[in-house]
């Protein structure tokens, strides 16, 4: 292992050891109980079971067969989730040939950042991944259950259900994944087309036809943004049943694997070889999951998402942990957007197993850890075939069949990863340096201020912005509005910056894995509502990013920097913020939210 994965491991370990322990023990005094029907009262136990069939209610409680628990994610408007409908049926299939039980334990929401993007709906995204957790946590709370399987792929669902799962620690648990969509019209090409909508060159028919091409069909969409980045963090932490990831949900394989994840899971809940997720998810599986997004240039969502995942296992990350990685791990894969392939070409040139076979040879991931299957992480260094009617895992080759989107530990990309911390006297915030040009690394502009991203739009609208600057975009933080994803920006600025212009935007908003090759300079923490420094910058004033060195200043006079207040909401903000489409159901989220930083935790 290389010295830095041990001392970032160390470290994590170190600060995280009071929370990871009252964790476990609390784990321990679960799983020690009585299983579920044994355990509740008789009326408990008949209204658990009341609408299975006769025989399913034998198996649960004369023979004590194994019953699983199934949370999904299905709904049938969301692409990646629509396939989802059949599975209920298939994995109770499979179970009952292994003698094994199975209820729907509950559904969670699931929305689409693509449906609501730019829309009041966008800023209930966030905190849909605190809702999808404690939904999850609402089916399981019948506590009959002896393992569940985690049906949800896109943005907020995995992290959510993850979580969720982790506060059900005590549980065997597998995620069953549906695929990604077929390849449609390619990622670049889908950009132009907005540039140019943005520009004026082209209508709303053409825009909405070149939308429709690439979106399509069932499965998640094929760039590389959070909902495939999720795909490849679980993989890369042993929760999937291994390469299970991007197959096609129409694909024969697909069901095969959903089958294989029932047996995986039952697999688990054996005395033989119990694994439930709260023991298997410790601070190497987290570091693990880290490194495989730094490896890929996956999401910025992440440096979110991941903080809460590992809080949820009593294990405590920040952005110095993902910094310290990302500048000793090599970048091993180019998808879009840090590429023009997309996931399918991934797939089809290694995809994950590629990349964490080479991580694990090169000692950049932790090969002695748990997983879902008996061979451990190794597991997922292979690639599963059909083999007669049947599945099979083969190992890959040792080269890729397409170096221009996946490469070998040993001639990377890039020797560092995809994603860089920056620091200075505007806070700390990310960028996903890996999709900027190298010569956009540095960007030293004037600012212009807005408070949202219809301000800007309607300056781009107007002529204004031909000219180098620094988008300030403020008051876009979890508290301020719940942090909606900013992605109605990225036309726009990529015209300018196509014109020559030096542009770049510093937020405390969210731009996440689709973030494009503009610089930007994300979640930028305290937030301006929790006086942070980015509420201080007035228009005029001169910005500094450097995602080489990892810095991000306001180039003021340091007493007059000191001196200045911070520019507060005000009420009309505040109350638009607040009300319409369900925004006034989330008010205590948005009250008690952590910093995004500390994972925008809701329920600490």
Same mark, same amino acid.
């Given at each position: 292992m290389t010295q830095t994965l041990v001392e970032v491991t160390e470290r994590i370990r170190e600060r995280s050891a009071p929370t990871r322990k009252a964790y476990l023990q609390r784990l321990d005094q679960i799983i020690n109980r009585p299983r579920g029907a044994d355990r509740l009262g008789c009326a408990n136990v008949a209204h658990a079971f009341a609408a299975l069939p006769s025989n399913d209610k034998f198996r649960i409680v004369a023979e004590k067969a194994p019953h699983i628990g199934i949370i999904t994610a299905y709904n049938d408007m969301l692409s990646a989730h629509q396939p989802y409908e059949t599975y209920p049926d298939i994995i109770r299939d499979e179970a009952r040939k292994h003698g094994a039980t199975v209820q729907?334990?509950?559904?969670?929401?699931?929305?689409?950042?693509?449906?609501?993007?730019?829309?009041?709906?966008?800023?209930?995204?966030?905190?849909?991944?605190?809702?999808?957790?404690?939904?999850?946590?609402?089916?399981?709370?019948?506590?009959?259950?002896?393992?569940?399987?985690?049906?949800?792929?896109?943005?907020?669902?995995?992290?959510?259900?993850?979580?969720?799962?982790?506060?059900?620690? %005590? &549980?065997?648990?597998?995620?069953?994944? /549906?695929?990604?969509?077929?390849?449609? #019209? *390619?990622?670049?090409?889908? @950009? =132009?087309?907005?540039?140019?909508?943005?520009q004026g060159l082209v209508g709303r028919e053409e825009l909405l036809a070149s939308e429709s091409a690439a979106y399509h069909g069932a499965g998640t969409c094929t760039f590389f943004g959070t909902a495939n980045s999720n795909q490849m963090l679980i993989e890369a932490m042993g929760l999937h049943v291994p390469g299970a990831a991007f197959v096609h949900p129409h694909d024969d394989m697909r069901e095969m694997l959903t089958r294989e994840s029932v047996k995986t899971v039952l697999s688990i809940t054996q005395k033989q070889r119990f694994m439930p997720i709260g023991q298997l998810v410790d601070e190497r599986v987290i570091v693990n999951a880290i490194?495989?997004?730094?490896?890929?240039?996956?999401?910025?969502? %992440? &440096?979110?998402?991941?903080?809460?995942? /590992?809080?949820?296992?009593?294990?405590? #990350? *920040?952005?110095?942990?993902? @910094? =310290?990685?990302?500048?000793?791990?090599?970048?091993?894969?180019?998808?879009?957007?840090?590429?023009?392939?997309?996931?399918?070409?991934?797939?089809?040139?290694?995809?994950?197993?590629?990349?964490?076979?080479?991580?694990?040879?090169?000692?950049?991931?932790?090969?002695?850890?748990?997983?879902?299957?008996?061979?451990?992480?190794?597991?997922?260094?292979?690639?599963?075939?059909k083999s007669d009617n049947d599945l099979i895992w083969v190992d890959l080759p040792k080269e890729s069949p397409d170096d221009t989107i996946v490469r070998n530990?040993?001639?990377?990309?890039?020797?560092?990863?995809?994603?860089?911390?920056?620091?200075?006297?505007?806070?700390?915030?990310?960028?996903?340096?890996?999709?900027?040009?190298?010569?956009?690394?540095?960007?030293?502009?004037?600012?212009?201020?807005?408070?949202?991203?219809?301000?800007?739009?309607?300056?781009?609208?107007r002529g204004e912005l031909e000219k180098d600057f620094v988008a300030v975009v403020r008051f876009q933080g979890p508290c301020a509005n719940g942090m909606p994803e900013l992605h109605k920006l990225t036309p726009p600025l990529s015209v300018l910056q196509g014109k020559g212009y030096r542009v770049a935007i510093v937020t405390d908003g969210r731009m996440s894995g689709a973030s494009g090759k503009v610089p930007a300079a994300i979640h930028l923490s305290p937030e301006a509502v929790a006086g942070g420094a980015i509420g201080k910058i007035r228009t005029g004033d001169m910005i500094r990013l450097n995602a080489i060195v990892g810095t991000l200043n306001a180039l003021v006079d340091d007493e007059e920097w000191k001196s200045r207040s911070v520019a507060v909401m005000t009420e009309a903000q505040r109350n638009n913020n607040g009300h319409g489409i369900g925004r006034e159901l989330f008010g205590g989220m948005r009250k008690n939210v952590l910093s995004a930083e500390e994972g925008a935790v809701t329920w600490l």
């Open positions: 729907v334990a509950g559904g969670v929401p699931a929305m689409c950042d693509g449906i609501t993007q730019g829309e009041p709906g966008m800023e209930l995204s966030l905190f849909s991944r605190d809702t999808i957790a404690m939904a999850t946590a609402v089916g399981l709370s019948h506590d009959v259950f002896d393992a569940a399987l985690l049906l949800g792929v896109c943005d907020k669902i995995v992290p959510g259900l993850l979580i969720g799962a982790l506060h059900f620690g %005590h &549980l065997p648990c597998v995620f069953v994944p /549906a695929g990604p969509m077929a390849t449609g #019209i *390619d990622n670049t090409t889908k @950009s =132009k087309v907005r540039e140019k909508y943005a490194v495989a997004l730094l490896a890929t240039g996956g999401s910025t969502n %992440h &440096l979110i998402h991941w903080v809460a995942v /590992a809080r949820a296992a009593g294990i405590i #990350i *920040d952005w110095s942990d993902f @910094s =310290k990685l990302s500048q000793n791990t090599p970048l091993l894969a180019r998808v879009y957007p840090n590429g023009t392939a997309d996931v399918n070409q991934f797939q089809a040139a290694g995809g994950p197993s590629f990349v964490i076979r080479e991580l694990m040879d090169a000692g950049y991931m932790h090969s002695d850890v748990n997983s879902v299957v008996i061979g451990g992480l190794r597991d997922f260094c292979k690639k599963p075939v530990a040993s001639r990377p990309f890039s020797e560092s990863g995809g994603l860089r911390l920056l620091t200075g006297n505007l806070g700390r915030s990310v960028i996903k340096s890996s999709a900027v040009p190298e010569d956009r690394q540095i960007i030293e502009a004037p600012a212009i201020v807005f408070n949202g991203q219809e301000e800007l739009l309607a300056a781009f609208e």
